[in-house]
């Protein structure tokens, strides 16, 4: 059974740092591309990143580019987002995902229960 | 980027009815278009992939259908499960951007 399931995400001051892992099980992470997608409270989705299966292709919604970084650990089954200068408008839960096929044009099939960061003083 | 319009926001319906979403893409996506569901505190569920195509182990009763830029998700027949929010995706470039959702809440 295809698990992911996300951490790391809690209360962190504006302009803090924060990494979210995503742990995934149940099929061979190296295979696929790989997905970040936050939601606002009551708000809708917004993706946020994306990587290759090798990690050598990496992208970003404007907003986040610059602050954060994708990356994953094929041997570990782990996905990352290292995210800095850390804004308001960045408190969200976040997601990590799969992409359905093997190509960056797909959408998301396999989601992890999201981990919520909140960005206050 | 490419932006989603998604319509209504919000629809109300009862069990056993049909009811249509819709979608339209500022641009051409090559029917590049996911539906998902989305029900409170849970991750979104695929439902529909490429327009049209039902992903696996997802009631029949959901259909998708694609008309140039503009796309539908049908659901006949709605089941109390089915009340949830909806939301459309487009992958057709790197930079996925998704329709505003809609709120499928009983009558």
């Known amino acids: 059974e295809v698990q992911l399931v996300e951490s790391g995400g809690h209360l962190v001051q504006p302009g803090g740092s924060l990494r979210l892992s995503c742990a995934a099980s149940?099929?061979?992470?190296?295979?696929?591309?790989m997905t970040w997608v936050r939601q606002a409270p009551g708000k809708g989705l917004e993706w946020v990143a994306n990587?290759?299966?090798?990690?050598?292709?990496?992208y970003y919604v404007d907003s986040v580019k610059g602050r954060f970084t994708i990356s994953r650990d094929n041997a570990k089954s782990s996905l990352y987002l290292q995210m800095n200068s850390l804004r308001a408008e960045d408190t969200a839960v976040y997601y990590c995902?799969?992409?359905?096929?093997?190509?960056?044009?797909?959408?998301?099939?396999?989601w992890g229960q999201g981990t919520l960061v909140t960005v206050s003083s | 980027d490419i932006q989603m319009t998604q319509s209504p926001s919000t629809l109300s319906a009862s069990v056993g009815d049909s009811v249509t979403i819709t979608c339209r893409a500022s641009?051409?996506?090559?029917?590049?278009l996911a539906w998902y569901q989305q029900k409170p505190g849970k991750a979104p569920k695929l439902l529909i992939y490429?327009?049209?195509n039902l992903e696996s182990g997802v009631p029949s009763r959901f259909s998708g259908s694609a008309s140039g830029t503009e796309f539908t998700l049908t659901i006949s027949s709605l089941q109390p499960d089915d009340f949830a929010t909806y939301y459309c995706?487009?992958?057709?470039?790197?930079?996925?951007?998704f329709g505003q959702g809609t709120k499928l809440e009983i009558k």
């Open positions: 995902a799969t992409l359905r096929g093997y190509s960056a044009y797909d959408c998301f099939d396999y």
């Open positions: 990587i290759k299966e090798d990690g050598t292709e990496k």
């Open positions: 641009q051409t996506i090559s029917n590049y």
């Open positions: 995706q487009q992958y057709h470039n790197y930079f996925y951007t």
């Open positions: 490429k327009a049209s």
């Open positions: 149940g099929f061979t992470l190296s295979r696929y591309w």
